[in-house]
């Protein structure tokens, strides 16, 4: 089953659930109880290490127009 994460705006917290993906939009419990948790898109980082053990990151840029990887020198970031 795929992990899921939540946002209870009664806690104001975030959570993971092990769902089945056929509920994954459905509104979930909280830890706390209360009942219409939404789910919220997930963020995570990716890194390879190279055979010299070399860590980088293995994501694209957010912003297709940055050359340096930080989007605060973006004109739309």
Do not use: N, W
């Not at 089945?20 to 419990?29: F, G, I, L």
């Not at 190279?50 to 297709?64: I, L, M, P, Y």
Request: include cysteine.
């Amino acid at each position: 089953m795929p992990l899921y994460e939540y946002y209870c705006p009664v806690c104001d917290q975030r959570f993971e659930l092990l769902r089945p993906m056929v509920r994954a939009s459905e509104p979930a419990p909280c830890p706390a109880g209360h009942p219409d948790a939404e789910r919220v898109i997930s963020v995570f980082s990716a890194f390879a290490k190279s055979a010299d053990g070399d860590v980088s990151s293995v994501a694209s840029s957010g912003c297709a127009t940055c050359s340096t990887g930080d989007c605060g020198s973006c004109p739309s970031g």
